[in-house]
C-alpha cells in the first residue's frame, strides 16, 4: 500500500543530465525536492531563477545533515559516485545514482555492504529499463515468440559530445548493457573481450567493440563510438524463431521481423544436393510487424519507481545487483585492455 505523504528529497548535481532529473522530481506530485547541492556559481544561478521555490546549497553538508529529507538523487561526473553514494548512506538515506554506479567493482561492492549495513536502497539510472519499447521487447521475449535469443548486436554512435572523465565505452554501453542483461534474463556473461581506439585524445577511446559470450550458446556484440558521421541507437535482436529491431530513434521503435532459417530434413527429390545429404536450409520471410504500445517518458516512470521501491519495499528493477553486474562487465572489459 502506498504512503499518501510526500517524498522529501535532495538532489546533487545539476549539469548535463542534472536538469532533465530536476524538471522530473519538481513535477512529480507525490516529491517534495526541498534540497538542490550544486558547487557551480552559474548553475545555481540558473536553478535560482528557474525553480525558485528549491533551497540551493553548495555545502553538502547541508543535505546530509538534514533528517527530513529520505532520499538523494546523485547526478555527478562518474569518479565522484562512490564518495558522495558512501556519505549518503552512512547518512541513512536512499540513493538514485546516475549510471554507471561506480568506476569499478570494487567500490560498487562497498556500496552494497553499506545498504545492507543500512538498510537503505540503492537505484542506478538504468533508464531505457523504464523505456516501454524495451518493456515491451522483454515481454515479447519472454513470451517465447522469438524462440530463444541466438544474439544480440547493438550500435550507439554519434559525433560527439566527446567526454575527457570517461571513454566512449564509460560513456555509452552502460546503457546497451543494461538492456542486454534485462533481455538475458540477468544472466551473467562466461566472457568478455573488448577492442577500441584512441584517436582525439590519448588513453581515452573514442570508438570501442565490447563482446559478451553468455551460457546457452549465447552472445551480444556493442559497438559504441563519438567519433561517427551519423547517430545511430539501434539493437537488433535474432531468436530461434523470430528477429527484432529496435531504434531508439526512429518513428516505429520496435520492428518484428517474421524471418529466419529453418532446417528441413529428409526431403527426398527436392533435397538441394550443394548441401549435407537429406538436409536442406528455407529461407522463411513471413510478416512484419510494428507493435503499438503507451509512450510515457522514461525518466518519469524511473523516478516513480525510485518512490515505489521505498514506500513499498518492492523489488527494484534497476537496484544494486543489476547495477554492480554493469559495473563488474566494464571493469572487467577495461581490465582486460589495460
Same mark, same amino acid.
Given at each position: 500500500?502506498?504512503?499518501?505523504? %510526500?517524498?522529501?528529497?535532495?538532489?546533487?548535481?545539476?549539469? $548535463? +543530465?542534472?536538469?532533465?532529473?530536476?524538471?522530473? @522530481?519538481?513535477?512529480?506530485?507525490?516529491?517534495?525536492?526541498?534540497?538542490?547541492?550544486?558547487?557551480?556559481?552559474?548553475?545555481?544561478?540558473?536553478?535560482?531563477?528557474?525553480?525558485?521555490?528549491?533551497?540551493?546549497?553548495?555545502? @553538502?553538508?547541508? @543535505?546530509?545533515?538534514?533528517?527530513? /529529507? !529520505?532520499?538523494?538523487?546523485?547526478?555527478?561526473?562518474?569518479?565522484?559516485?562512490?564518495?558522495?553514494?558512501?556519505?549518503?548512506?552512512?547518512?541513512?538515506?536512499?540513493?538514485?545514482? !546516475?549510471?554507471?554506479?561506480?568506476?569499478?567493482? *570494487?567500490?560498487?561492492? *562497498?556500496?552494497?555492504?553499506?545498504?545492507? %549495513?543500512?538498510?537503505? =536502497?540503492?537505484?542506478?539510472?538504468?533508464?531505457? @529499463?523504464?523505456?516501454?519499447?524495451?518493456?515491451?521487447?522483454?515481454? $515479447?521475449?519472454?513470451?517465447?515468440?522469438?524462440?530463444?535469443?541466438?544474439?544480440?548486436?547493438? #550500435?550507439?554512435?554519434?559525433?560527439?559530445?566527446?567526454?575527457?572523465?570517461?571513454?566512449?565505452?564509460?560513456?555509452?554501453?552502460?546503457?546497451?548493457?543494461?538492456?542486454?542483461? $534485462? +533481455?538475458?534474463?540477468?544472466?551473467?556473461?562466461?566472457?568478455?573481450?573488448?577492442?577500441?581506439?584512441?584517436?582525439? &585524445?590519448?588513453?581515452?577511446?573514442?570508438?570501442?567493440?565490447?563482446?559478451?559470450?553468455?551460457?546457452?550458446?549465447?552472445?551480444?556484440?556493442?559497438?559504441?563510438?563519438?567519433?561517427?558521421?551519423?547517430?545511430?541507437? !539501434?539493437?537488433?535482436?535474432?531468436?530461434?524463431? %523470430?528477429?527484432?529491431? $529496435?531504434?531508439?530513434?526512429?518513428?516505429?521503435?520496435?520492428?518484428?521481423?517474421?524471418?529466419?532459417?529453418?532446417?528441413?530434413?529428409? =526431403?527426398?527429390?527436392?533435397?538441394?544436393?550443394? #548441401?549435407?545429404?537429406?538436409?536442406?536450409?528455407?529461407?522463411?520471410?513471413?510478416?512484419?510487424?510494428?507493435?503499438?504500445?503507451? +509512450?510515457? *517518458?522514461?525518466? #518519469? &516512470?524511473?523516478?516513480?519507481?525510485?518512490?515505489?521501491?521505498? &514506500?513499498?519495499?518492492?523489488?527494484?528493477?534497476?537496484?544494486?545487483?543489476?547495477? =554492480?553486474?554493469?559495473?563488474? /562487465?566494464?571493469?572487467?572489459?577495461?581490465?582486460?585492455?589495460?
Amino acid at each position: 500500500m502506498k504512503n499518501n505523504k %510526500k517524498m522529501v528529497l535532495g538532489l546533487i548535481g545539476v549539469g $548535463y +543530465w542534472g536538469p532533465n532529473l530536476l524538471r522530473t @522530481l519538481n513535477n512529480n506530485p507525490s516529491i517534495k525536492l526541498k534540497l538542490i547541492i550544486e558547487i557551480s556559481n552559474e548553475r545555481q544561478l540558473y536553478i535560482k531563477s528557474t525553480y525558485p521555490n528549491i533551497t540551493v546549497s553548495g555545502q @553538502l553538508s547541508d @543535505l546530509l545533515q538534514d533528517s527530513e /529529507i !529520505e532520499g538523494v538523487v546523485i547526478a555527478t561526473p562518474v569518479h565522484t559516485h562512490f564518495k558522495l553514494a558512501k556519505q549518503c548512506l552512512q547518512a541513512q538515506k536512499h540513493i538514485l545514482v !546516475e549510471k554507471p554506479l561506480t568506476a569499478s567493482y *570494487e567500490e560498487g561492492l *562497498e556500496l552494497k555492504k553499506l545498504s545492507k %549495513k543500512y538498510n537503505c =536502497l540503492v537505484m542506478v539510472g538504468h533508464t531505457f @529499463l523504464f523505456n516501454n519499447a524495451v518493456r515491451f521487447i522483454k515481454n $515479447y521475449l519472454d513470451s517465447g515468440e522469438c524462440g530463444k535469443i541466438r544474439y544480440i548486436y547493438s #550500435q550507439r554512435l554519434n559525433l560527439g559530445r566527446i567526454r575527457s572523465d570517461v571513454d566512449a565505452l564509460w560513456n555509452f554501453a552502460p546503457h546497451d548493457i543494461s538492456i542486454i542483461q $534485462y +533481455w538475458m534474463n540477468e544472466a551473467a556473461p562466461t566472457n568478455v573481450i573488448r577492442k577500441g581506439m584512441s584517436f582525439i &585524445q590519448n588513453q581515452i577511446e573514442d570508438v570501442s567493440f565490447l563482446s559478451l559470450d553468455y551460457p546457452d550458446n549465447r552472445f551480444a556484440n556493442i559497438h559504441v563510438s563519438w567519433l561517427s558521421p551519423v547517430k545511430v541507437r !539501434e539493437m537488433i535482436i535474432v531468436g530461434e524463431k %523470430k528477429m527484432i529491431v $529496435y531504434n531508439e530513434i526512429a518513428e516505429k521503435k520496435v520492428t518484428i521481423y517474421d524471418k529466419n532459417i529453418d532446417i528441413n530434413a529428409n =526431403l527426398g527429390e527436392y533435397m538441394d544436393y550443394d #548441401q549435407k545429404a537429406n538436409t536442406s536450409f528455407i529461407y522463411r520471410s513471413g510478416n512484419i510487424v510494428h507493435p503499438e504500445f503507451k +509512450w510515457v *517518458e522514461p525518466l #518519469q &516512470q524511473e523516478i516513480q519507481h525510485f518512490i515505489d521501491c521505498i &514506500q513499498t519495499k518492492q523489488p527494484c528493477l534497476t537496484g544494486i545487483d543489476h547495477a =554492480l553486474e554493469v559495473v563488474r /562487465i566494464l571493469d572487467l572489459a577495461s581490465k582486460k585492455n589495460a
